[in-house]
């Protein structure tokens, strides 16, 4: 039985480790900030693809993980006894203007064939929805592959999951066995120092809890604002992508104009009282796409970093990918996602 240590307990570092669970692996997660500490602990919890045309390894890869996540979290939820907030209700987001209608049709055309009849984008009338931002075309691009969660909940299931399982999460310990480092923005700075040029960098990003419920709705996308009605009772809204920051876990004045900019577009908000605010560093490589396999710079180790805004989407795939690579030899990363990508 193989013996793997993950280095971080964000998102990537649990999902490797959940996958390298049910692959039959000994495993032992070490943080020493705990679960979901970093941009992992965050609010939003949008799982939402990329628009189905100009496909590429990142897009196909990112759909197919959107596909398994409905197993994956059931699957993490039975074992953990705890739900993750997960729901794949769908996406809608207001047409502006014709050009808008027109490009929204054409994605839904690619879709067919992209998204091989797994998921639905199309343009519907926002007359009969209720829970819809206004557009002033009255019409919006509705998809059905988005799905939301709750982050911090989604962590602490896959924490609990992985325990039910046999694995070790603990705050110190010497790594052992397979490696894998998952430790976000650290990784990458750690990487950067070692070579001449940005490997990556960490992008600030603010959120908030608002309590209103609207908990079977789907998430809507306006005016570049995720807002995603929580099984809880809330609604999260975000985010801010801030490169200079002072103060990585402050919130400011920033969150405050999306906060307004959200209760204008949506006027059901307009009233709701804030009950969560929340900032936190999400790492970015230069290359925007996950980094995944060899670690550069330490021998017969891995690495999964780069989660950037889609980690929670990617992580389904990105536990698969790496599982398979650590523990069988099987090398199924797309060549954008190695670690050359960004350098």
Not at 145 to 154: C, F, G, I, Y
Request: glycine share 12%; hydrophobic share 45%; charged share 20%.
């Amino acid at each position: 039985m193989a013996e793997v240590t993950i280095m971080g307990a964000g998102i990537f570092g649990l999902s490797v480790a959940w996958a390298c669970l049910q692959k039959g692996a000994r495993v032992t997660v070490i943080d020493p900030n705990g679960v979901g500490a970093g941009a992992s602990g965050g609010v939003v919890g949008a799982l939402a693809p990329h628009v189905p045309e100009n496909w590429n390894e990142k897009k196909a890869f990112q759909f197919e993980s959107l596909i398994m996540a409905e197993t994956f979290w059931a699957e993490v939820s039975e074992a953990a006894g705890q739900s993750p907030g997960y729901a794949r209700l769908g996406r809608l987001q207001p047409l502006p203007d014709d050009h808008a209608v027109a490009l929204a049709q054409g994605r839904g055309v690619n879709a067919q064939t992209l998204w091989q009849e797994k998921a639905v984008w199309e343009v519907v009338s926002s007359d009969a929805l209720d829970w819809a931002p206004p557009s002033p075309t009255g019409l919006l691009a509705r998809d059905t592959l988005s799905a939301r969660l709750h982050p911090r909940q989604a962590c602490a299931a896959l924490a609990a999951a992985i325990q039910a399982k046999g694995g070790v999460i603990a705050t110190d310990g010497v790594p052992h066995g397979r490696i894998i480092w998952c430790i976000g923005i650290t990784g990458l700075e750690e990487l950067t120092a070692a070579h001449t040029r940005i490997v990556g960098n960490g992008v600030k990003g603010q959120g908030a809890v608002l309590d209103f419920s609207a908990a079977n709705q789907p998430q809507l996308f306006t005016d570049a604002l995720h807002i995603i009605p929580h099984e809880d009772g809330t609604t999260a809204i975000g985010s801010t992508s801030e490169r200079d920051y002072d103060d990585p876990a402050s919130t400011d004045a920033q969150l405050d104009e999306i906060i307004t900019r959200a209760r204008q577009l949506v006027p059901a908000l307009q009233e709701a009282p804030v009950i969560k605010r929340w900032a936190g560093v999400r790492p970015r490589t230069r290359s925007r796409a996950p980094m995944l396999g060899v670690h550069p710079l330490k021998a017969g180790e891995f690495i999964a970093n780069g989660g950037f805004k889609i980690g929670f989407g990617m992580a389904p795939k990105v536990g698969q990918v790496m599982a398979d690579l650590m523990l069988d030899g099987v090398d199924m990363i797309p060549d954008g996602f190695r670690p050359g990508a960004s350098y």
